[in-house]
């Protein structure tokens, strides 16, 4: 059975069996390389960027947010890989747990230098502190 709204039938997730993935627009089959990056827009923590995604050196999408997570995630809240186990980004495109059903060959994940002040790294650990306690 199809869902009702148009954008859960638009939806990865309820494409027929065979059928190309679709992201921004673009079909995708076969290996991929898919990269995300994303830019900070300062120093400092809570500040906002701009992330790209591309797909083989191609860029299919680029969204800006304002803000940024500045200390502290929920503690339930996972780092999930191939199976989102806890919150979805998103209820109407699906429900937890929700599993990639392709291969992963590979993960590369590339930190940045830090980019906290002496004055943001106090202020982290005082944040810290009083939520410890």
Do not use: C, N, W
């Not at 993935?21 to 990056?37: N, P, S």
């Not at 995630?73 to 191939?82: K, N, P, V, W």
Request: hydrophobic residues 40%; without cysteine.
């Amino acid at each position: 059975m199809l869902p009702d709204s148009p954008r859960e039938r638009q939806s990865p997730r309820y494409a027929a069996p065979g059928a190309p993935l679709v992201l921004a627009g673009h079909a995708l089959a076969g290996k991929l390389t898919i990269v995300f990056d994303f830019k900070y827009d300062g120093s400092g923590p809570g500040k906002g960027g701009t992330g790209v995604l591309s797909v083989d050196g191609k860029e299919v999408d680029r969204k800006t947010m304002a803000h940024s997570v500045a200390f502290l995630m929920a503690l339930d809240e996972t780092f999930d890989i191939g199976l989102d186990t806890r919150t979805p980004v998103d209820d109407l495109e699906y429900q937890v747990p929700f599993a990639f059903t392709g291969t992963i060959d590979s993960l590369t994940i590339k930190t940045g230098h830090e980019q906290l002040t002496d004055a943001d790294r106090q202020r982290a650990q005082h944040v810290l502190a009083a939520a410890h306690d």
